[in-house]
């Protein structure tokens, strides 16, 4: 067996999905996903921590591409307008680097050990969108609401997004969501 594997991350990544979807999440180990894939446990570890971080490898970035994003957005914008604005940044973004995303979510759902690592993802896109709107100028108690409001806008418009990609974009959606939030909570 050769020493490097050009596309052993994405055959990794591409085994683990199937055997999850297969057999369970909790009944799947790491020499089995390795096995399948055609690699040893040592080039697993080379690419991914755990059985975990196959599905949510690369989240650790989102928090900091969050705030970036709503740092960047117009200065004059209130802020819920900007939360929308970088989440909308964040949307293009994310719908570009989905890997098989329906698939991942029925994974996580299977799994409570999965959907609490998904909150975590969240909380940080939460904390992060927080920190940005914070940062523009918004009282911290307010920063904080917008923050877990933006998170749930996020989160609500890729569910429905992964539901019909092809009605429009992320971005889209995620403006949509946020609209109809505003419209829900409208006097």
Do not use: N
Not at 13 to 41: K, P
Not at 43 to 70: I, M, Q
Not at 151 to 171: F, N, P
Request: charged share 30%.
């Amino acid at each position: 067996m050769p020493r490097w594997e050009p596309d052993a991350g994405e055959r990794l990544r591409s085994v683990a999905l199937d055997l999850f979807l297969d057999r369970g999440y909790d009944a799947v180990s790491v020499e089995q996903i390795a096995e399948r894939a055609g690699l040893t446990r040592r080039t697993f570890f080379r690419h991914y921590a755990d059985k975990r971080d196959v599905l949510f490898a690369g989240s650790e970035r989102l928090p900091d591409v969050v705030r970036r994003s709503v740092a960047d957005a117009d200065p004059g914008l209130a802020p819920f307008a900007a939360a929308v604005e970088g989440l909308s940044r964040v949307g293009e973004l994310l719908a570009e680097l989905t890997y098989r995303s329906t698939d991942r979510r029925k994974v996580i759902a299977s799994s409570a050990e999965l959907r609490e690592r998904e909150r975590t993802k969240v909380a940080a896109v939460a904390e992060a969108l927080a920190g940005a709107l914070a940062d523009r100028g918004c009282d911290q108690a307010r920063a904080t609401l917008l923050g877990e409001l933006g998170a749930v806008v996020l989160r609500t418009a890729l569910d429905s997004w992964l539901e019909d990609s092809a009605a429009t974009s992320l971005a889209a959606r995620v403006r949509r969501t946020a609209a109809e939030l505003a419209d829900a909570v409208a006097p």
